[in-house]
């Protein structure tokens, strides 16, 4: 099983709203990413885990917090976003960050919208 | 990690084999090029990665030129299905401050057309 899930695939929430995006992957990986793409821009990097402990925030405002309750679950929670958060967000896995063959496996993505 | 230029935009006829450029003149020994493709509204796929060598697997070869300056990434008899953006990503290895980043930049647009 090479495949990352994400749910939902579809997201419209108010500036008020709080919601969780959730990213699944049983190949083993213990390197697990965030990305934000906006339209017709290439993926930035939120975040990383690796071995369930957060390596890298790419200075990401504080409305985005991200969770690894285990090694194949990664959530990210959203609070109080504003409508310019509204993009492709993008989960991905790998064996390890660090290693040299890096293939990242990415999931299909989450469409945000924010009203 | 050092930078990549890559032109924005392609067109490949089915069947004809695509080659695509990519710019790395600053690249560090210990850096990988690493290729990545996104067809519309889906993730990010990887291809393949190199150092120095050329690198062929069943998606497509890698030729990575002497001097490691520039590459060319060859879909070989290239099918509609291969319409997608493709990045061309350097990566050092092992990594320094930038450990687990994936630093994607404009890519190319890979048309392909009947």
């Known amino acids: 099983d090479t495949e990352v899930t994400q749910t939902p695939k579809h997201l419209v929430m108010g500036m008020t709203n709080k919601k969780s995006l959730k990213c699944e992957q049983h190949?083993?990986?213990?390197?697990m990413y965030w990305y934000k793409q906006k339209a017709k821009k290439p993926p930035e990097l939120m975040f990383v885990y690796s071995y369930e402990k957060l390596s890298i925030n790419e200075s990401v405002p504080s409305r985005f917090s991200p969770e690894c309750p285990n090694s194949s679950l990664l959530n990210l929670h959203l609070h109080a976003l504003q409508p310019e958060d509204s993009a492709l967000y993008l989960c991905a896995s790998s064996q390890d960050s660090g290693s040299q063959s890096y293939e990242q496996y990415f999931g299909p993505g989450t469409r945000l919208t924010v009203t | 990690d050092a930078k990549t230029t890559q032109p924005p935009s392609m067109d490949c006829a089915e069947g004809r084999a695509a080659n695509l450029p990519c710019n790395h003149s600053t690249i560090s020994g210990n850096e990988y090029v690493y290729w990545y493709r996104q067809i519309h509204s889906q993730g990010p796929q990887y291809i393949i990665h190199?150092?120095?060598n050329n690198e062929t697997n069943e998606m497509a070869s890698l030729i990575i030129t002497e001097d490691r300056k520039s590459s060319t990434l060859i879909l070989p008899h290239a099918t509609l299905r291969d319409t997608a953006v493709y990045y061309c990503i350097v990566r050092a290895y092992p990594p320094a401050d930038s450990w687990g980043k994936l630093q994607f930049g404009a890519g190319t647009q890979v048309v392909v057309t009947p």
């Open positions: 190199g150092l120095k």
């Open positions: 190949m083993g990986h213990r390197a």
